[in-house]
């Protein structure tokens, strides 16, 4: 048996470079792993089966990515033996912090050691690349991820900087597919693209998040609800405000940890679901 904390992570830099011919998008992301996760067992099941127990908000089943992930892994490297699940979920679904990719990382990843598969990184992220595009980045161990490609492309990075936030639930999500459909090139290059391409350990601090931190589906989603409410984060003095992914979870990135828990107090009461986190290091 092999317990897992699978974290969420959140996108500081998120922007789609091309279409493709497989009609995916071709983007570039700068990600961090932060301090909000899900529990996650993996175990051989008594039988042969895959064998998923979930308590909270996700789909049930084989509609799960967690039953997926353990059914591609059976079939690719043979394995006849039943896979055991348990999963409790605390991180939003539909929220763009990458819950269901992460777990579904970990669940290859857990698959792996307990038949001592001996898979390589390479082999690992291939397998988490066919379930979905952020799956790669929870299959490296690096706290910060450039991604390029659908996702699958990942170059790991290491800064000597730690930053607390709140993370912000709205209420409702937001489905990735569907806003993808919404965008529309253009022409521009934009000069951020080189600079998070080749970002090293030394340039990620707090004042390389403030210059270069953006997100393109911000104003493809456009709502008001969302817009609203990063106006107010403002408010807060937080040092960077963005949405993850897709949406619809925003996050406010501040200074000290202090002035992130009195932005929490502030907001529970509106009514939403906010978690005090930081960024993994």
């Known amino acids: 048996m092999i317990t897992y904390k699978t974290p969420a992570k959140i996108n500081l830099f998120l922007d789609i470079i091309s279409k493709r011919e497989d009609q995916y998008h071709d983007i570039l992301s700068l990600m961090v792993k932060i301090t909000l996760f899900d529990d996650l067992i993996v175990d051989i099941a008594e039988n042969d089966k895959i064998v998923l127990e979930v308590n909270g908000n996700a789909p049930l089943g084989e509609e799960n990515i967690c039953f997926k992930a353990a059914e591609v892994m059976r079939k690719k490297y043979n394995i006849s033996s039943g896979i055991s699940i348990k999963l409790n979920k605390f991180i939003p679904t539909e929220a763009g912090l990458g819950g269901g990719s992460s777990n579904a990382a970990y669940v290859i990843k857990g698959i792996d050691k307990i038949f001592d598969l001996g898979l390589s990184d390479e082999e690992l992220i291939?397998?988490?690349?066919?379930?979905?595009?952020?799956?790669?980045?929870?299959?490296?161990?690096?706290?910060?991820?450039?991604?390029?490609?659908?996702?699958?492309?990942?170059?790991?990075?290491?800064?000597?900087?730690?930053?607390?936030?709140?993370?912000?639930?709205?209420?409702?999500?937001?489905?990735?597919?569907?806003?993808?459909?919404?965008?529309?090139?253009?022409?521009?290059?934009?000069?951020?693209?080189?600079?998070?391409?080749?970002?090293?350990?030394?340039?990620?601090?707090?004042?390389?998040?403030?210059?270069?931190?953006?997100?393109?589906?911000?104003?493809?989603?456009?709502?008001?609800?969302?817009?609203?409410?990063?106006?107010?984060?403002?408010?807060?003095?937080?040092?960077?405000?963005?949405?993850?992914?897709?949406?619809?979870?925003?996050?406010?990135?501040?200074?000290?940890?202090?002035e992130a828990l009195q932005a929490k107090e502030s907001l529970i009461p509106m009514g939403y679901q906010v978690f005090v986190v930081e960024s993994l290091k």
């Open 126 to 258: 291939e397998t988490g690349a066919s379930l979905g595009s952020d799956v790669p980045v929870f299959i490296t161990d690096a706290p910060w991820i450039i991604a390029q490609g659908r996702g699958e492309k990942v170059r790991g990075v290491y800064p000597d900087f730690k930053f607390s936030a709140i993370v912000i639930f709205p209420g409702f999500g937001i489905k990735t597919a569907s806003i993808y459909q919404k965008w529309k090139p253009s022409l521009t290059h934009s000069e951020c693209w080189d600079k998070i391409k080749l970002c090293s350990n030394s340039e990620v601090n707090m004042n390389f998040l403030k210059k270069y931190s953006y997100n393109v589906f911000e104003k493809i989603v456009g709502d008001e609800r969302l817009s609203s409410l990063k106006k107010n984060l403002m408010n807060f003095h937080a040092q960077v405000v963005g949405m993850s992914g897709t949406g619809s979870a925003l996050y406010a990135v501040f200074s000290a940890q202090d």
